[in-house]
Structure formats: structure tokens, C-alpha cells
Nanobody, 124 residues
Framework: QVRLVESGGGSVQAEGSLRLSCAAS????????MAWFRQAPGKDREGAAQ????????FVDGSVRGRFTISRDTARNTIYLQIRSLKSEDTAMYYC?????????????????WGQGTKVTVSS
């Protein structure tokens, strides 16, 4: 059974940094597409970044490009989301997601596996 476990969220002041982690288990890690989504209170879930666990592809949404970096550690079956220059509008629940068919669009309905989320709160 596929399991995704996020960690690294917390409360941080504006302009600070965080690194979120998502550890994956229960599937063939090197063949998946994994992604980070976020959902702010009262808003829809939106995609932030995605990466092919087998390498060769990564994408960061234009709305956060330059501040968000997605990376992977194959040995640890883990992906990361480095967030710099945090803003109050980055306050959200951050979710890790995965799907079996390779990286397609960064849309929530493409991904069939989800973690429980890790909360990020940015204070000014």
C-alpha cells in the first residue's frame, strides 16, 4: 500500500525558510511522479511543484518559482520542497501527492495517492 508521510511544517516568520519532506513507501519509487500541493484556508488546493522520481524532470509553478525548489533523494525515497522568503500568503496545509503514470499536468485530480499534509504558518 502506498504511503506518503510529510514533515517539516511549522510556524515561521516572514522572509524565513522551511524545508518540507515527503517520505514514500509501498511502491516502486523510481517510477512515480511526486508533487507538492498546498491549500490555504478557504481556497482550492493548488499545485506548487512536481518531480519525476526516476529523474530527468521537475517543474515549479510560476506563482512560486524562484522561491520554491523541489528535489529528490532516491536513496531515502523522499522528495523535498525548499521554501525561501516565506510570505504570509504561503500559509497553508502542504500535501505530498504521487501517481503512477509519469508527470502529467500539475492538477490534483491527476494524483491518486496523498499524504495527510503538514501545516505551514507564516507570521509577519
Amino acid at each position: 500500500q502506498v504511503r506518503l508521510v510529510e514533515s517539516g511544517g511549522g510556524s515561521v516568520q516572514a522572509e524565513g525558510s522551511l524545508r518540507l519532506s515527503c517520505a514514500a513507501s509501498g511502491y516502486r519509487y523510481g517510477s512515480m511522479c511526486m508533487a507538492w500541493f498546498r491549500q490555504a484556508p478557504g481556497k482550492d488546493r493548488e499545485g506548487a511543484a512536481q518531480i519525476a522520481t526516476g529523474g530527468g524532470y521537475s517543474f515549479v509553478d510560476g506563482s512560486v518559482r524562484g522561491r520554491f525548489t523541489i528535489s529528490r533523494d532516491t536513496a531515502r525515497n523522499t522528495i523535498y520542497l525548499q521554501i525561501r522568503s516565506l510570505k504570509s500568503e504561503d500559509t497553508a496545509m502542504y500535501y505530498c501527492a504521487a501517481e503512477d503514470f509519469g508527470c502529467l499536468g500539475l492538477e490534483a485530480n491527476v494524483f491518486n495517492y496523498w499524504g495527510q499534509g503538514t501545516k505551514v504558518t507564516v507570521s509577519s
